[in-house]
């Protein structure tokens, strides 16, 4: 079945450094990708929504200019998380939808784990 | 942001028993989602549900669309140890941008 990646899983980075994080979908072309913090114990809150093609869609409180989110293909999104501090400390989760998955509209990936030192 | 009330918020069961959970909105909703999730990993789809009143099954896992489109209910028949997780509920209404409700943690006790 249809299956997103993310990478990295877990990352350790000094304050002040940006991070990438990828998401792929493997086996279909995903017109919307979307993503999505979660802090531990707490639910999804999502952050933004990128159309292939096009600017994503930031979520109210979401700060475009630290967290940037380039969607340069149908297979492919990056958030990177600039000038990141401990507060940014998160798990990051992307998910991807195509018109063709049918009934499971959106695919989640595995999550990537940022800790800020 | 916005957020779906999800209740309860944890519980522990004896294996074998049924569980039940339920995700109000004070929207009105035209898609709701279950999801699973294990510590460390993402979300795995349950069930969809796409219309008013719809029932559906998957294994032991049944969910059903509520009526008034504000809220969703999951049952799981006879848990087992690897039920154990978070469950989220997930809604949307006309675009694909879901709101994820604050999660059911699930303890299963052998």
């Known amino acids: 079945g249809a299956v997103v990646s993310q990478h990295p899983s877990w990352v350790i980075c000094k304050s002040g450094t940006s991070v990438k994080i990828e998401c792929r979908s493997l086996?279909?072309?995903?017109?919307?990708m979307f993503w999505y913090r979660q802090f531990p114990k707490q639910s999804l809150m999502l952050m933004a929504t990128?159309?292939?093609?096009?600017?994503?869609?930031?979520e109210q409180g979401v700060e475009k200019d630290k967290f940037l989110i380039n969607h340069a293909s149908l297979t492919l999104s990056t958030l990177t998380v600039t000038s990141a501090h401990p507060e940014d400390s998160s798990f990051y989760i992307c998910?991807?939808?195509?018109?063709?998955?049918?009934?499971?509209?959106?695919?989640f990936g595995d999550g990537t784990r940022l800790s800020i030192l | 942001g916005q957020q779906l009330n999800q209740s309860p918020q944890s519980m522990f069961i004896q294996e074998g028993e049924d569980v039940s959970m339920n995700c109000t909105s004070s929207?009105?909703?035209?898609?709701w989602l279950w999801y699973k999730q294990d510590p460390g990993e993402g979300p795995v789809l349950l069930i969809a549900l796409y219309k008013a009143g719809e029932l559906t099954s998957n294994g032991r896992l049944t969910a059903q669309f509520g009526i008034t489109r504000k809220d969703s209910f999951l049952n799981i028949s006879a848990s087992i140890p690897s039920d154990v997780g978070i469950y989220f509920c997930a809604g949307a209404s006309g675009t694909y941008k879901y709101i994820f409700g604050t999660g059911t943690r699930l303890k299963v006790l052998a």
């Open positions: 998910s991807a939808r195509s018109p063709a998955t049918g009934s499971k509209p959106q695919h």
């Open positions: 990128s159309n292939e093609g096009s600017k994503a869609t930031y």
């Open positions: 929207s009105i909703f035209n898609t």
């Open positions: 086996d279909f072309q995903a017109t919307t």
